[in-house]
């Protein structure tokens, strides 16, 4: 907080502070999030991807192939999220080191929320035996 000029005991109200998101995006390579992608085509960027046929979403990893939709075939994807350090890997028991969404490499079906400092859980689905990867950092 600011003190006043006119009196330096009296707190003053800092303004809030702006940032230009413009110029941030245009320092940054360009991010394909709400870009549309086919069936086929190879994933430019890990993270999470919408179909816009019905709503699914689904976790990929950079350079995995889009797949058709399994709730209603549909052939596009919309980016939605993009991961952080995805493709890292953790096992059971390991403190986490990042908060966000981890993907079951066992089964590829369970995702599960984790804050930093928790410990890996085993997978509900497949069992002991499993790694966690990044796909969404909090």
Known sequence: MLKSKKNPTIPQKSSPRVINTNAILKSRH?????????????????????????????PLSKDEKFPPCTDCGSATWMM????????????????????GLYLCKGCMNQIIPLSKGEKFPPCRSCGTNTKWQLIVHA
């Not at 394909?32 to 046929?53: A, I, M, Q």
């Not at 890292?88 to 990042?98: A, L, N, S, V």
């Open 80 to 99: 939605v999220a993009v991961a952080g350090e995805a493709g890292q890997t953790y096992g059971i028991g390991k403190e986490c080191e990042q908060s």
């Open 30 to 58: 360009k991010m394909p999030v709400f870009d549309k992608f086919k069936t086929g085509e190879k994933n430019p960027e890990s993270g999470l991807y919408y179909c816009t046929g019905c709503g699914e979403i689904i």
